[in-house]
């Protein structure tokens, strides 16, 4: 049995998504109880020692693909290279970590392989009669679903983030790399990437943001809303949400950060009005400095933060705004 697992790379570094995989894969090939071995598969300039280094985590090769038009992702071509791949060697299954990028890439590779996609998988299991079963949030977490699925041919499951456990490496061996030869022909395009276009980092990808300023049940409803955009834009971060924010429509749920929204690892996060919820930590539980202003002292928020400060976010807010503006 052949489990690949999908390698998220950037900057010639492995996200740790992908580790959190290799413990997914090795557990399957554990119930499976059959021989079997990790394949990664990685697409775009990623170095040969880095794809080795995956060896520690029990992955014994890494299938890389990178060729002209993949310095960079273009859903297209690597949905091409990566279904031309998954087609010709026949995996059990293909795991990933789900983000923007993943998301986009599954859908077109399982529309050409003609396969079964889960998304936001919190659970996947391959049983001995042929199936596949996963669980996945739905009605933005108030529900489960349990989903049975084709296992052939190989479905791809997409794993929220925040499931993936740590994971640290097991072993000293390396593993092998195979250049896989691509070329897409520029005429079988139908997109072409005309521009990038750097967004305003308050609008900013919350999985891409260096700093985040999120807001929760505490800023209420009201014009304070406002303030967390002014905050966000003075200091150069992009605004994020807990879910009642998100049921009350004050920003899109793409801003949902946590189980069942987007798992974030900023340099900074500040979180004004926030609880703490377990559901809500297990999306920020990365950050590197955390931020926390809240009325109540007790709150669990507190115990994730670097520097608390008690005290009521209305007033909080536009002083430090106006003290941001006068350092600047
Ligand atoms: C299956 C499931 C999945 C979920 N997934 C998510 C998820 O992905 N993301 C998510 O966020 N939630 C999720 N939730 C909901 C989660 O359990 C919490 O209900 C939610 O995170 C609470 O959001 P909150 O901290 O904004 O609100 P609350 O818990 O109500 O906290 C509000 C805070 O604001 C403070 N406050 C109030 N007024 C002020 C003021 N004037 N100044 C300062 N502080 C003030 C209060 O002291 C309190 O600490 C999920 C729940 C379930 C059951």
């Known amino acids: 049995m052949d489990i690949w697992i999908y390698v998220n790379h950037r900057e010639d570094e492995i996200e740790e998504t992908t580790f959190g995989l290799t413990t997914e894969a090795r557990r399957l090939l554990n119930e499976c109880d059959q021989p079997g071995r ?21 992955v014994e090769r890494v299938l890389h693909i990178n060729a002209d038009g993949m310095a960079r992702y273009q859903g297209e071509v690597y949905a091409q290279a990566l279904a031309g791949t998954v087609q010709k060697e026949s995996p059990a299954c293909l795991l990933m970590a789900q983000t923007a990028e993943t998301e986009d890439l599954a859908q077109r590779v399982a529309a050409s392989c003609d396969t079964a996609l889960v998304t936001k998988a919190m659970d996947f299991n391959l049983t001995a009669e042929g199936k596949a079963l996963a669980i996945r949030p739905v009605a933005n977490g108030y529900l489960f679903e349990d989903l049975e699925l084709d296992a052939s041919p190989a479905p791809i499951v997409l794993f929220l983030p925040a499931v993936l456990l740590d994971t640290v490496p097991t072993q000293e061996t390396t593993a092998s790399v195979s250049q896989v030869p691509f070329q897409l022909a520029a005429d079988d395009l139908q997109t072409r990437t005309v521009e990038v276009i750097e967004a305003a980092p308050e609008d900013l990808d919350l999985e891409e943001a260096d700093i985040i300023v999120a807001a929760g049940r505490g800023i209420g409803k009201g014009e304070a809303f406002g303030n967390v955009q002014a905050l966000a834009k003075a200091i150069g971060g992009s605004v994020g949400a807990t879910r009642p924010i998100i049921d009350w429509g004050l920003v899109e749920y793409e801003r949902q950060i946590g189980q069942t929204g987007k798992y974030v690892a900023p340099r900074l996060i500040i979180n004004l009005g926030i609880s703490g919820a377990n559901e809500y930590t297990a999306g920020m539980e990365k950050a590197q400095q955390v931020i926390a202003i809240d009325r109540n002292p007790r709150v669990r928020m507190f115990r994730f933060a670097d520097l608390g400060v008690v005290g009521d976010v209305h007033e909080i807010l536009p002083l430090l705004i106006s003290r941001i503006e006068e350092h600047k």
């Open 38 to 58: 990790i394949t990664g598969v990685a697409l775009g300039p990623v170095s040969a020692p880095v794809l080795e280094s995956l060896g520690r985590y029990g």
